[in-house]
């Protein structure tokens, strides 16, 4: 079977958009199969070089300086705002930088939450979402005495859309959900969901985590009112995300954390704040980060976007397809236009056991609930599952060596 499987694969190889090479850590471990895509990326070399010219260079704390440096360093951090507001297809004043998609999430539930929401108020979430984007609204509803309604899911991992359609109404007042789930790869029907949501005076929150290096946004397109997204996982740097809000949204959320930078004028007499974005982003930003974030985003903008989602679509389907060779192992979630990430369950083998198996092969994998509490108990996965996650400079070779090594992993322990 592995022989017919390799045959396969190199009739259909297209070249990997763009090569390893790019990537100084997977450069530097030509034996490492990096399958942990959904968990971080890796960095291409001029997202690394972005960050230490900017150290070395133009190092200087931004919106304070009396300084050239200090000049140039707010400059470089106000065009890279400009640069993620290019890349999502918004208005720079509508761009907040945080620390990654769980601090956006917070301070949109913080800030419009705690000044929006009231007893009796819903918020709907999905089954599929990632704990960050439950527990913040969790928080919330405490604080608030609003009410957490769940999405149920299909059995293909998909949204049950008769259910959310029951479920909105107008005590509605947020529907919160993933562009793509970190654990299934499913992607909801966002257009429709809100289309439905806008429709009885929701807001929508979309979070853009997973789908962002793979699938982009077109937030001017999208409807919704909030988007968020984390560096890391879309080949920038940690400790920078983004939040995405509709500018008269913004305008009008309360500040969530006070400090430096976030004002126009203090006194013991009563403090005013200033506008967004920079309402939001109190104290020293991840200024060097941020440069590096844009960096990121200006590369994967130069790259023939259209052909990295064929190469990851093709080696999701030669991943499903070497699966259906393996006994007693199973994709969870199989709904159809899916993102590049599987969720396998195996018969008898525990997906810690299988995970560590393949580490000695050098192939990393993630197991777990993939913070997806929810999903897995609505699964019946107690065990939870082994994730494999792919990205652009993942290739059909990659594959071949997970299926090979899944296949006498499993025959060792099934
Ligand atoms: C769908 C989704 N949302 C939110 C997050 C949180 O991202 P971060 O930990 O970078 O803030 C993740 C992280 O895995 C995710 O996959």
Same mark, same amino acid.
């Given at each position: 079977m592995r022989i017919c499987c390799f045959m396969v694969v190199l009739f259909m190889d297209h070249s990997p958009l763009p090569d390893r090479a790019a990537f100084p850590l997977l450069a530097a471990n030509p034996e490492l199969v990096w399958l942990d895509n959904a968990a971080t990326t890796q960095k291409p070399r001029v997202v690394l070089d972005a960050e230490r010219r900017f150290y070395e260079e133009s190092n200087a704390n931004v919106h304070r300086g009396g300084h050239r440096l200090g000049y140039a360093a707010t400059e470089a951090y106000e065009a890279a705002r400009q640069t993620v507001a290019r890349f999502i297809n918004a208005n720079a004043q509508e761009v907040v930088f945080t620390r990654g998609a769980t601090e956006a999430i917070n301070l949109v539930a913080y800030s419009w939450g705690g000044s929006e929401l009231k007893a009796g108020d819903e918020i709907l979430l999905s089954t599929l979402e990632h704990h960050a984007n439950i527990v913040p609204w969790q928080l919330v509803a405490q604080r608030t005495g609003a009410v957490i309604r769940p999405i149920p899911l299909q059995e293909d991992g998909q949204i049950d859309m008769t259910a959310f359609a029951d479920l909105l109404g107008p005590r509605t007042r947020l529907v919160a959900i993933s562009q793509m789930s970190n654990a299934l790869g499913v992607c909801p029907p966002l257009e429709q969901m809100i289309a439905a949501a806008r429709a009885v005076g929701a807001c929508v929150l979309v979070d853009g985590a997973q789908?962002?290096?793979?699938?982009?946004?077109?937030?001017? /397109?999208? +409807? /919704?009112?909030?988007?968020?997204?984390?560096?890391?996982?879309?080949?920038g740097p940690t400790g920078i995300g983004v939040l995405w809000g509709r500018a008269e949204l913004l305008a009008q959320m309360p500040p969530w954390q006070g400090g430096g930078e976030m004002i126009e004028r203090v006194s013991?007499? &009563?403090?005013?704040?200033?506008?967004?974005?920079?309402?939001?982003?109190?104290?020293?930003? /991840?200024? !060097?980060?941020?440069?590096?974030?844009?960096?990121?985003?200006?590369?994967?903008? &130069?790259?023939?976007?259209?052909?990295?989602a064929q190469h990851e679509t093709a080696l999701y389907q030669q991943l499903a397809d070497g699966i259906t060779y393996l006994d007693g192992v199973r994709i969870v979630g199989t709904a159809p236009g899916? +993102?590049? $990430? !599987?969720?396998?369950?195996? &018969?008898?083998?525990?997906?810690?056991?299988?995970?560590?198996?393949?580490?000695?092969?050098? $192939?990393?994998?993630?197991?777990?609930?993939?913070?997806? +509490?929810?999903?897995m108990q609505s699964l019946g996965l107690s065990q939870g599952t082994l994730r494999v996650s792919l990205a652009l400079y993942n290739t059909t070779a990659d594959i071949d060596a997970l299926l090979a090594a899944l296949e006498d992993t499993l025959e060792l322990l099934q």
């Open positions: 789908g962002i290096a793979h699938q982009g946004v077109d937030v001017a /397109a999208l +409807g /919704a009112d909030f988007y968020v997204f984390s560096g890391h996982k879309v080949f013991f007499d &009563g403090t005013t704040f200033a506008p967004a974005p920079r309402r939001f982003e109190a104290g020293t930003p /991840a200024f !060097a980060q941020t440069v590096a974030l844009a960096a990121a985003l200006d590369w994967l903008a &130069g790259q023939d976007r259209l052909a990295i899916k +993102g590049p $990430i !599987a969720s396998l369950v195996f &018969g008898r083998a525990h997906p810690y056991d299988v995970a560590q198996f393949l580490d000695e092969r050098d $192939i990393a994998v993630r197991v777990g609930n993939h913070c997806a +509490g929810p999903l």
